[in-house]
T-cell receptor, first 113, second 116 residues
Framework: DTAVSQTPKYLVTQMGNDKSIKCEQNLGHDTMYWYKQDSKKFLKIMFSYNNKELIINETVPNRFSPKSPDKAHLNLHINSLELGDSAVYFC????????????FGQGTRLTVV | AQKITQTQPGMFVQEKEAVTLDCTYDTSDQSYGLFWYKQPSSGEMIFLIYQGSYDEQNATEGRYSLNFQKARKSANLVISASQLGDSAMYFCAMREGEGSARQLTFGSGTQLTVLP
């Protein structure tokens, strides 16, 4: 039973296309996140949702739009893909509280050509 | 200013030896948590160990221990008896303050290579 699952694992697409990455967690957590890991392996928060409400929206282009239909799902839709969007995108979830670890999905490697 | 600093981009250690991966942090919050994650070449993020700002004892989990020096704002990861399978990228992370949806902020990582 996968705790946090993302699909697809790999995504290759052309510039200008629109794509979505899906994320689901079965841990009963209230909070879900999207992180972007660039080619230098740096992990940066993109969005954070708590009980379906957007809490954190870092300086991410508005071509990126997260959607949370319920607290177990947080999908990421990307419009008009650009070469610089190529990265690994991680979904994660946790309970609130300073001491709770985040559980990560396996990541989606997005390549824009 | 960087919230989490990992100054060692790469480290090498001989199998069966201990290794320390450095992490310093910057926060003005009194309540915060410090985490270490491992990312092997397969790409997944694996939680290793947690230290709370109010914890008086250093955290330990099997071969992993966290050397927490609050006054110096450092939270170094110590791996004892290194194994070949420990070769991976290691990330230090921090969550500040209480409240909902506080994200983890990550350092730039240290690539550890264990030599046979």
């Amino acid at each position: 039973d996968t705790a946090v699952s993302q699909t697809p694992k790999y995504l290759v697409t052309q510039m200008g296309n629109d794509k979505s990455i899906k994320c689901e967690q079965n841990l009963g957590h209230d909070t879900m996140y999207w992180y972007k890991q660039d080619s230098k392996k740096f992990l940066k928060i993109m969005f954070s949702y708590n009980n379906k409400e957007l809490i954190i929206n870092e300086t991410v282009p508005n071509r990126f739009s997260p959607k949370s239909p319920d607290k177990a799902h947080l999908n990421l839709h990307i419009n008009s893909l650009e070469l610089g969007d190529s990265a690994v995108y991680f979904c994660a979830s946790s309970q609130p509280g300073v001491g709770t670890e985040a559980f990560f999905g396996q990541g989606t490697r997005l390549t824009v050509v | 200013a960087q919230k989490i600093t990992q100054t060692q981009p790469g480290m090498f250690v001989q199998e069966k030896e201990a290794v320390t991966l450095d992490c310093t942090y910057d926060t003005s919050d009194q309540s915060y948590g410090l985490f270490w994650y491992k990312q092997p070449s397969s790409g997944e993020m694996i939680f290793l160990i947690y230290q709370g700002s109010y914890d008086e004892q250093n955290a330990t989990e099997g071969r992993y221990s966290l050397n927490f020096q609050k006054a110096r704002k450092s939270a170094n990861l110590v791996i004892s008896a290194s194994q070949l399978g420990d070769s991976a990228m290691y990330f230090c992370a921090m969550r500040e303050g209480e409240g909902s949806a506080r994200q983890l902020t990550f350092g730039s990582g240290t690539q550890l290579t264990v030599l046979p």
